[in-house]
């Protein structure tokens, strides 16, 4: 009967894991390589704010953490557009008054929820150790100790990987054979840039607002933070005429956002700086299946099913993915062979959904949201809603506001594009009633 398991990561679903697994009466040992970013700086590295929506809040109330996190966010009631003229219009994500998406910080969500995993008594962080190597049939791990440059093998019960989309425990499964697993770069990258608060201390911009400038092939977004700030992504081709890889000086700096983002520059501090000095990310999708191997070791999150950033969901995905090994933990009762079969067998569909999702979203934030033949389409698909709310709901709301799993959003989002687009061939959103959609729905 297995009673230690064995984390590798202890980014955002790791210490949350734990915190399941410790109430469920497990001892867990979590091994990080980086220091505890609660006693020391760390450079980001990586997006600083992140969406928070239904599947990552659900989450955070099973353990008793949201009331604690829930202060810290900020409400995002939808998309603010800022077109090349400048002008900005909001195009809401929901027609309820409870359907916002919340920005919060990433840092000061790790670092809770470290804590709320310590304090279950039963939960112990090892930091500055760096899994380097995992063997399968000796259920042993490697580990490098950053503090004493020492090298050592660490016995394990069971291994579960959640250490992101490089994961070491993954490619250790991958190299015993019968697993697929592919990494499928989008050929665009990122770079964080800030606005700062204005010289009031207060926000610049509409706040409660996720801001889009879509450009096509690229775009610029901005999430507020609780200092008055707001953290801007500029997402952008990796090469090309118009990429990172081409520019790069100053002049080419200020030309491509005087060119494409006018009304940004006056409230980013130093764009020419920023751009300069901050790290250029690359973005891609990990599909994998299966992502267990037999009772021994198991991924989650990114490490199973990293997504682009374009739908909101890394986090909520990868909180939803402990929430789910939770429920079938409760059915199954220590056994985890059937666990993590269930496991596998039910919800890497749905990693493989919202990795798809991703990538569509984000052609529809750069490309299709100024589109009129989309806002045509938008505006039915809300009315849609109202007429049939049990039946029809857009694929955003889906998504963001109940817990559907993903390959059902997927598909039931499938089906109602093409009831529009048929729809739409012939009739005004203004010229749609609860008739004339039963109609086409025969």
């Given amino acids: 009967m297995i009673k230690k398991i064995t984390l590798i990561g202890a980014g955002l679903t790791g210490p949350l894991l734990a915190t399941y697994l410790a109430n469920r009466g497990y001892e867990v040992d979590i091994y990080e390589r980086r220091p505890d970013m609660r006693k020391e700086s760390i450079s980001a590295g990586r997006s600083i704010n ?55 910080s990433r840092a000061k969500l790790n670092m809770e929820l470290m804590t709320l995993a310590e304090d279950t008594g039963k939960v112990n962080i090892h930091f500055n150790q760096i899994c380097t190597g995992m063997d399968l049939d000796e259920k042993t791990l490697s580990i490098l100790d950053k503090n004493s440059e020492s090298k050592k093998i660490i016995p394990f019960e069971l291994v579960m990987g959640v250490d992101g989309s490089a994961s070491e425990v993954r490619d250790a499964m991958i190299s015993k054979g019968n697993f697929d697993y592919e990494f499928k770069p989008l050929g665009h990258g990122y770079k964080e840039l800030t606005i700062p608060p204005g010289e009031n201390g207060e926000f610049q911009m509409e706040p409660n607002a996720l801001h889009i400038w879509p450009r096509g092939q690229f775009m610029l977004i901005a999430l507020p933070n609780l200092d008055r700030s707001f953290t801007c992504t500029l997402f952008f081709p990796m090469e090309g005429s118009t990429s990172f890889a081409t520019v790069n000086s100053a002049d080419d700096i200020l030309q491509l956002f005087n060119e494409h983002f006018s009304d940004a520059i006056p409230l980013i501090s130093n764009v020419v700086n920023d751009y300069q000095s901050n790290p250029t990310g690359r973005l891609g999708s990990v599909y994998c299946d299966p992502w267990h191997v037999e009772d021994k ?35 199954h009762n220590n056994n985890w062979n059937a666990i993590l079969s269930e496991f596998s067998n039910q919800h890497v569909r749905n990693g493989y959904a919202i990795a798809d999702m991703a990538v569509e979203n984000y052609l529809e934030m750069r490309d299709y949201v100024t589109d009129p ?31 559907i799993p993903y390959a059902k959003v997927y598909a039931k989002g499938e089906y109602q594009n093409k009831l529009m687009d048929r729809i739409l061939d012939k009739y005004e959103p ?13």
């Fill in 50 to 104: 992140l969406a928070m929506s239904i599947r990552g809040i659900h989450a955070l109330k099973e353990v008793g953490l949201f009331e604690k996190i829930d202060p810290l966010t900020i409400s995002m009631k939808g998309r603010m557009i800022h077109e090349l003229d400048g002008s900005t219009h909001l195009q809401p994500y929901g027609q309820k008054p409870e359907e916002v998406i919340h920005s919060v």
């Fill in 373 to 403: 033949y989309y806002i045509k389409r938008r505006e039915l698909e809300l009315k849609m809603e109202r007429i049939f709310p049990d039946e029809f709901l857009p694929r955003y709301s889906m998504v963001s506001f109940h817990r």
């Fill in 297 to 331: 070791a198991v991924l989650l999150g990114d490490a199973a099913h990293a997504v682009v950033p374009f739908f909101g969901q890394g986090m909520n995905a990868s909180f939803q993915d402990c929430t789910v090994l939770n429920q079938i933990m409760g059915v």
């Fill in 430 to 442: 203004d010229d749609v009633d609860e008739s004339l959609v039963k109609r086409f729905m025969e």
